[in-house]
């Protein structure tokens, strides 16, 4: 399928998602793609729209059904090799912004959203749990990604603090347009 009505008009990146992840995307005309901010119900969607592409309640495996390209914990092309191998109608997990994803005929995009003050200190119950094998994997990929460059440190324990560096920009995951696809 090459029907592509427009290219990524962002470069959109945190230390946690990446849009170059859809580069390589090889779109199927009835996909699906569940595209939140983190914490807005990505995964409770995604099991309603498994349960419709199943038709089934029964419980499935929503990491090895939904597969997520933007993630970069995982290496490179493993979630569109995941994706690929898929017999099913495929749902795919995108925590980037809409203007970081292609967009082409008859691949839906479902779209969550949530008051923002929820998603910022869910996010931050979210990590503050991180183990410390996810922390060193966010520490590796911040130190090479030149974005960042500084090493990932723990979430701030006070939930007040986690939530001002939220609402300045901390999580933000927005690329500059004009940076090209860096």
Known sequence: MTNLIRGPLIVARSRYFDS???????????????ATYPKCGTTWTQRIVGMLVFQS??????????????????????????AESQTH?????????YDALPIYKGVKIIHVARDG????????????????????DTNRISMEDRKF????????PDPVGHFHNWLSGEEDQIGDPACGRN
């Open 57 to 82: 309640g029964d419980p499935f495996p929503v990491q090895d059904s939904s597969p997520w390209p933007d993630f970069r914990l995982p290496p490179p092309g493993v979630m569109l090799e995941l």
């Open 117 to 136: 003050r929820d998603a910022a200190m869910s996010f931050y119950n979210h990590k503050i749990n991180y183990t410390d094998d996810v922390i060193g």
């Open 20 to 34: 170059k992840g859809w580069d390589d995307y090889q779109p199927r005309g009835d996909d699906i793609i569940v």
């Open 149 to 156: 460059g500084t090493p990932y440190l723990r979430t701030d």
């Open 89 to 97: 109608r495929r749902f795919l997990k995108s925590h980037v912004p």
